[in-house]
């Protein structure tokens, strides 16, 4: 069980109803959150990676089968998983942003920024000798906003601004297809995980978990039943870029 897991059966214990969510009646891997005879978890990897993630998850995302923050976790080791709350914040997590061995920046768009707030567009202090530790605002785009503003923890950490254009391929567009986005160049959590892996310079990683997210998707639209704009062959693209970079 990974960050991402274990924050999921703790919200799951103290919740006094049942979340439903699409095809609820499924029964899911307790894991990867898909229907039984499309789970995934047999095709994770361990990736050799210098970065860590920060998930700071509002609310009920951790509980919803279509989060894609739980992808990163299943493939960096070291991702951390945090419950937002606008009124009280976990010492935990407060230690972790304090923590030495880490520089965080948070990922959100450089307009967003408040006064004397470092921005770095689409790069990182490359003169820190720190490790980064990328913090994601997990929900959606209303729900993200929302953290950013209401946690005054976060008031003096560089931003980490990302152009949806400039990596992982030529042309790239937004893939997600689980939910409806409020815009149409807005990325998921994995997707923009995936660019800040390349902005890093694990340009591999970012292409692994690009396609990881590619294999949930289609996984998923059929799990659901819904119309699958899914990929059907990115299981075996997923696999290739595995053996190539030999992990």
């Not at 699958?228 to 062959?233: A, E, M, R, V, Y």
Request: aromatic letters at 12%; charged letters at 25%; one cysteine or more.
């Amino acid at each position: 069980m990974h960050a991402v897991n274990r924050l999921f059966q703790y919200r799951k214990s103290i919740s006094t109803t049942v979340y439903k969510s699409r095809g609820q009646r499924l029964i899911r891997c307790e894991f990867c959150h898909l229907a039984k005879e499309n789970c995934v978890c047999q095709l994770k990897v361990t990736l050799n990676s210098k970065v860590g993630f920060l998930l700071l998850m509002y609310d009920t995302e951790v509980l919803k089968p279509s989060n894609t923050g739980k992808l990163i976790a299943d493939l960096i080791p070291e991702t951390f998983a945090f419950l937002w709350s606008r009124t009280s914040v976990e010492q935990d997590l407060i230690d972790l942003i304090q923590d030495d061995n880490w520089q965080p920046y948070i990922v959100f768009p450089e307009e967003y920024a408040k006064d004397n707030q470092q921005i770095f567009n689409q790069e990182i202090d490359d003169k820190s000798n720190k490790k980064p530790l990328f913090i994601m605002l997990d929900g959606s785009w209303r729900e993200a906003k929302k953290i950013f503003r209401k946690s005054p923890y976060l008031n003096g950490l560089p931003i980490l601004s990302i152009d949806p254009q400039s990596f992982i391929h030529k042309d790239y567009l937004p893939k997600y297809q689980l939910r409806s986005s409020e815009k149409i160049n807005q990325l998921c959590t994995a997707e923009v995980a995936a660019q800040v892996l390349a902005v890093a310079g694990e340009a591999d990683n970012a292409k692994i978990l690009d396609s990881w997210f590619d294999v949930y998707s289609y996984q998923y639209q059929k799990s659901v039943c819904q119309t699958n704009k899914g990929d059907p062959q990115a299981q075996q693209r997923y696999e290739s870029l595995i053996q190539a970079y030999q992990y």
